[in-house]
């Protein structure tokens, strides 16, 4: 499990630093410099937005901006689909400069296309979304024939020299046998890295019923984990211990500033899942938010949270404060089975506030202003970059 060495070790040595001098830090800069996709997952809680927010865009500066503001040493570029962003090569290149570690998130159907305007570098890496063998994706994505196209891009960047990973969210109905094939379909194919991460509950998305609560991902990491001796039969990029969170033997409260979100609304309040109100500043979002209102059995929207977001900064803290906690996994494995880690009471959480069309109507109201600190894309521009 894990990152490259280098990664790893400059990651490791920020984390160290941090946690001697002090007080809260981001470990990653989630980047979603626009909303528009060419797809339309049921899962998706970005794209159900007007025109008007669909066609916004963060500036190559707001980017650059943002990781010198917020000091993360690694930044995930999302969306929306990044390469329908006309300035996404001089965005990743920008990063790189900074000596960042860039990880370029993308559904892959325009990476051919585009994969002429990047460079492999060591500090780049092709993340490629990719939620299981063809049935299971084309399902999740909701469109026949991206399986294929997303195995078509992977092979074009491993041809080209980059370093490529995937990116597979996993929902309930997941079944575990095919889940641990496509794992070992991904490894022999080559892949430098699996992200996994449990389905976000995003409120706007399409399809409520298949995101998973906290016991069913448990079971469900569990059953898919000792199909692969633990987890060890597969280079998973999340880190041993938050597989092990993961799968239910470790007790953690989220750590929502670790991976903070820039959109075109700003600074995302709490955190890359829950969109309870906007900062304009990194300072402004760590300052002024309540981050004692958030996490789960605080609040009702946090109750089935397991997020990559929320819990990778826990997992690397306790591994600087418990190192030896680490041998196990890697020696072993993830545990699969016996008792689990007790897990947060809910009894005491706040009931869910709905704020979302409060944040649109804002938006909406700064763009035919013409006060929006974001830029507005054309037709024109889409048309051309797909
Ligand atoms: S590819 Fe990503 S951003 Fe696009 S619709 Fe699917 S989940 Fe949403
Ligand atoms: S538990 Fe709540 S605050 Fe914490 S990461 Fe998850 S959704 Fe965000």
Same mark, same amino acid.
């Not at 809260?24 to 008007?52: Q, S, T």
């Not at 399986?147 to 995937?166: H, M, N, P, S, V």
């Not at 991902?217 to 969170?245: H, Q, V």
């Not at 397991?306 to 990778?312: D, K, L, Q, R, S």
């Given at each position: 499990?894990?990152?490259?060495?280098?990664?790893?070790?400059?990651?490791?040595?920020?984390?160290?630093?941090?946690?001697?001098?002090?007080?809260?830090?981001?470990?990653?800069?989630?980047?979603?410099?626009?909303?528009?996709?060419?797809?339309?997952?049921?899962?998706?809680?970005?794209?159900?937005?007007?025109?008007?927010?669909?066609?916004?865009?963060?500036?190559?500066?707001?980017?650059?901006?943002?990781? +010198? %503001?917020?000091? /993360?040493?690694? @930044?995930?570029?999302?969306?929306?689909? =990044?390469?329908?962003?006309?300035?996404? !090569?001089?965005?990743?290149?920008?990063?790189?400069?900074?000596?960042?570690?860039?990880?370029?998130?993308?559904?892959?159907?325009?990476?051919?296309?585009?994969?002429?305007?990047?460079?492999?570098?060591?500090?780049?890496?092709?993340?490629?979304?990719?939620?299981?063998?063809?049935?299971?994706?084309?399902?999740?994505?909701?469109?026949?024939?991206?399986?294929?196209?997303?195995?078509?891009?992977?092979?074009?960047?491993?041809?080209?020299?980059?370093?490529?990973?995937?990116?597979?969210?996993?929902?309930?109905?997941?079944?575990?046998?095919?889940?641990?094939?496509?794992? +070992? %379909?991904?490894? /022999?194919?080559? @892949?430098?890295?699996?992200?996994?991460? =449990?389905?976000?509950?995003?409120?706007? !998305?399409?399809?409520?019923?298949?995101?998973?609560?906290?016991?069913?991902?448990?079971?469900?990491?569990?059953?898919?984990?000792?199909?692969?001796?633990?987890?060890?039969?597969?280079?998973?990029?999340?880190?041993?211990?938050?597989?092990?969170?993961?799968?239910?033997?470790?007790?953690?409260?989220?750590?929502?500033?670790?991976?903070?979100?820039?959109?075109?609304?700003?600074?995302?309040?709490?955190?890359?899942?829950?969109?309870?109100?906007?900062?304009?500043?990194?300072?402004?979002?760590?300052?002024?938010?309540?981050?004692?209102?958030?996490?789960?059995?605080?609040?009702?929207?946090?109750?089935?949270?397991? @997020?990559?977001?929320?819990?990778?900064?826990?997992?690397?803290?306790?591994?600087?404060?418990?190192?030896?906690?680490?041998?196990?996994?890697?020696?072993?494995?993830?545990?699969?089975?016996?008792?689990?880690?007790?897990?947060?009471?809910?009894?005491?959480?706040?009931?869910?506030?709905?704020?979302?069309?409060?944040?649109?109507?804002?938006?909406?109201?700064?763009?035919?202003?013409?006060?929006?600190?974001?830029?507005?894309?054309?037709?024109?521009?889409?048309?051309?970059?797909?």
């Amino acid at each position: 499990m894990g990152l490259p060495f280098i990664q790893a070790a400059k990651i490791g040595a920020y984390v160290m630093k941090k946690h001697i001098t002090g007080g809260k830090y981001p470990l990653v800069l989630m980047l979603e410099p626009l909303f528009r996709c060419n797809l339309a997952c049921a899962g998706c809680g970005k794209i159900d937005y007007p025109d008007e927010i669909l066609n916004q865009r963060l500036s190559y500066q707001q980017c650059m901006d943002a990781i +010198d %503001e917020c000091g /993360a040493p690694a @930044v995930s570029i999302a969306g929306g689909e =990044p390469l329908l962003h006309r300035d996404m !090569a001089k965005i990743v290149q920008g990063y790189i400069e900074r000596d960042k570690f860039v990880i370029l998130c993308t559904n892959a159907l325009l990476l051919s296309k585009k994969i002429d305007q990047y460079t492999p570098h060591e500090n780049f890496t092709w993340s490629i979304h990719l939620d299981g063998d063809k049935t299971m994706h084309d399902s999740s994505v909701c469109l026949d024939g991206t399986y294929e196209k997303a195995i078509a891009a992977i092979k074009l960047c491993k041809d080209r020299g980059f370093r490529t990973q995937i990116n597979c969210t996993l929902f309930d109905g997941s079944d575990p046998e095919r889940t641990a094939a496509f794992f +070992d %379909e991904m490894m /022999a194919m080559g @892949v430098d890295g699996i992200t996994v991460s =449990p389905g976000y509950a995003y409120e706007r !998305a399409p399809d409520q019923q298949h995101f998973l609560n906290r016991e069913r991902t448990k079971t469900m990491f569990r059953e898919i984990l000792s199909r692969g001796r633990g987890g060890r039969n597969w280079n998973f990029t999340n880190s041993g211990l938050f597989m092990d969170f993961l799968a239910g033997n470790q007790t953690y409260e989220c750590t929502p500033w670790s991976m903070p979100l820039l959109t075109v609304f700003g600074w995302q309040k709490p955190c890359y899942l829950l969109g309870e109100g906007y900062a304009a500043t990194f300072k402004e979002l760590m300052d002024g938010t309540e981050w004692e209102k958030y996490g789960v059995g605080k609040y009702e929207k946090c109750a089935n949270c397991m @997020v990559h977001c929320g819990f990778e900064g826990t997992a690397a803290t306790d591994a600087i404060k418990h190192p030896l906690k680490m041998l196990p996994i890697l020696m072993r494995g993830v545990k699969t089975e016996g008792a689990m880690a007790p897990d947060i009471d809910l009894s005491n959480q706040r009931p869910a506030e709905f704020t979302f069309s409060r944040h649109v109507e804002h938006k909406m109201s700064a763009i035919w202003a013409g006060k929006s600190n974001t830029t507005q894309t054309g037709a024109q521009e889409i048309a051309t970059a797909e």
